[in-house]
């Protein structure tokens, strides 16, 4: 393998004045058989629900190589099998993928890797590109636009079945079919327990259903 010119593990490498272009694609290689984290990306805490988040403590040009997501390389099957094992864990850490068949990668063992914090959004501004390199595939994450420092990086999962996708839609949906007991456990991720606000508005409703009521019974009790 051919080191590419521009790449050092100083801050010059992420530092758009001083660095000159390094080709996304090699710089990808680069990093990916280096089994390292390029500079320029902190893990941050964001909320109880999300958990951690990937912020950029670099500039990052748009279509630049950012991370590559590393994990244990597993079966579908395994999978599976790890997932219901794992079914009451708040984060899932798998990557599906195809390459000659179907792959998952499985980060939940390398929590010092820092792909495997970054988020999910449909507005990202990064996407994950699989890149073959001496015939063995990667997960590449690049920039999709200028990412400045501070920004939180995000990728599209590609799944709208993910609960925090679903959550606000489908509870609202089933808000009008089902009964919603009083529950105090908070949990974002049960799509049948809407959450406080959902709640009260929920009573918002049912009162104005009782208003109409009575103003109907006070039409006819006039006619
Ligand atoms: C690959 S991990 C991302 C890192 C994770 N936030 C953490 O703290 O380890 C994927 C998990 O993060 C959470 N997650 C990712 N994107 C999210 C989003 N937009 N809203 C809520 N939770 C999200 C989900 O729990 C998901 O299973």
Redesign the pocket.
């Known amino acids: 393998m051919t080191k590419p010119v521009q790449i050092s593990l100083n801050k010059e490498a992420v530092n758009p004045m001083k660095a000159k272009r390094i080709r996304p694609d090699e710089d990808a290689k680069f990093w990916c058989q280096a089994g390292l984290d390029k500079d320029g990306f902190e893990k941050r805490f964001i909320n109880n629900?999300?958990?951690?988040?990937v912020f950029t403590t670099a500039f990052f040009q748009k279509g630049a190589f950012l991370l590559e997501y590393v994990g244990n390389r597993i079966s579908e099957k395994e999978a599976e099998i790890r997932e219901r094992k794992r079914r009451k864990k708040?984060?899932?850490?798998m990557f599906h993928f195809k390459w000659n068949g179907k792959h998952v990668v499985d980060a939940t063992d390398v929590p010092e890797r820092m792909c495997?914090?970054?988020?999910?959004?449909k507005k990202a501004n990064a996407t994950m590109k699989l890149k073959v390199f001496n015939n063995y595939p990667r997960l590449c994450l690049f920039a999709l636009q200028d990412i400045h420092i501070g920004e939180e990086i995000r990728y599209d999962y590609g799944d709208e079945n993910v609960p925090?996708r679903q959550h606000f839609h489908k509870t609202k949906m089933e808000m009008k079919t089902t009964e919603v007991t009083d529950d105090d456990d908070d949990d974002p991720f049960d799509l049948k327990k809407p959450r406080f606000s959902e709640k009260k508005e929920q009573c918002q409703s049912k009162a104005k259903v009782s208003c109409m009521l009575e103003m109907i019974d006070l039409v006819m009790m006039m006619t």
């Open positions: 629900t999300i958990g951690f988040g708040k984060h899932s850490y495997r914090y970054v988020n999910d959004d925090w």
